[in-house]
């Protein structure tokens, strides 16, 4: 298995700030996914984030306002920017180590705007 | 377009009963499905996948491409049962595609 840690746990955030979410995976990853989980809702894929390649967002999601780093094979981090109430959720990345192999996921982070 | 649709927001059983999460997907390829569950305050963790054709817990779950079905099933349900279930599906990519979830909850 992976181990995965995610920070912060949890953030009380203003609304119009920016939050930074870290995702380290304890061996190299070849893929890496960022998921959002709405309250009461599914998890849904954000982007997917590769080493040494821009990140592919999904429809619905932009760079600009979920922009990824992904500067090596263990790491990644996802930023919330400009804040809303409706971007209060749960965060969660996600990892392959190799193709074809069992998803893993982080604790989550969860974010609360007000 | 790739779906995955669990009817049940909330299942509650009876400890011993049998216990069905279902579990439909809409995708014109072969599809790689899969159960995850999400024991209170926990993290999501791969139950089980069709192709391993296994049993983890006692659950089982067996694909059915005619009615693009993936129930997971398990005959006696346990209070350590109780958490919430999401069915996902991979289709052409490494990408997942959840469904809703189904939180079961096992009574005593």
């Known amino acids: 298995s992976a181990v995965i840690s995610q920070k912060p746990s949890r953030d009380i955030c203003q609304r119009g700030t920016s939050l930074t979410i870290q995702c380290q995976v304890d061996?190299?990853?070849?893929?890496m996914f960022w998921y959002r989980q709405q309250p009461g809702q599914s998890l849904t894929l954000i982007a997917t984030?590769?080493?040494?390649?821009?990140?592919?967002?999904e429809s619905g999601f932009v760079i600009d306002k979920f922009p990824i780093s992904r500067p090596n094979l263990t790491f990644s981090t996802l930023t919330v920017s400009n804040m809303s109430p409706e971007d209060s959720s749960i965060y969660l990345c996600?990892?392959?180590?190799?193709?074809?192999?069992?998803?893993?996921f982080g604790p989550g982070t969860r974010l609360l705007v007000l | 377009a790739q779906r995955v649709t669990q009817p049940e927001k909330l299942l509650s059983v009876f400890k011993g009963a049998p216990v069905e999460l279902k579990c439909n997907y809409s995708?014109?390829?072969?599809?790689?499905l899969f159960w995850y569950v999400q024991y209170s305050r926990q993290r999501l963790q791969l139950l089980l996948r069709?192709?391993s054709r296994e049993s983890i817990k006692g659950f089982t779950a067996d694909l059915n491409k005619g009615e693009t079905s993936f129930h997971l099933k398990k005959p006696f349900a346990q209070e350590e049962d109780s958490a919430m279930y999401y069915c996902?599906?991979?289709?052409?990519?490494?990408?997942?595609?959840f469904g809703k979830g189904t939180k079961l909850t096992v009574n005593p």
């Open positions: 996902a599906l991979k289709g052409g990519s490494e990408k997942l595609v």
């Open positions: 061996s190299q990853v070849t893929m």
């Open positions: 984030a590769n080493q040494g390649s821009e990140a592919t967002y």
């Open positions: 069709h192709i």
């Open positions: 996600s990892v392959y180590r190799v193709r074809g192999e069992t998803q893993y």
């Open positions: 995708y014109s390829g072969s599809p790689e």
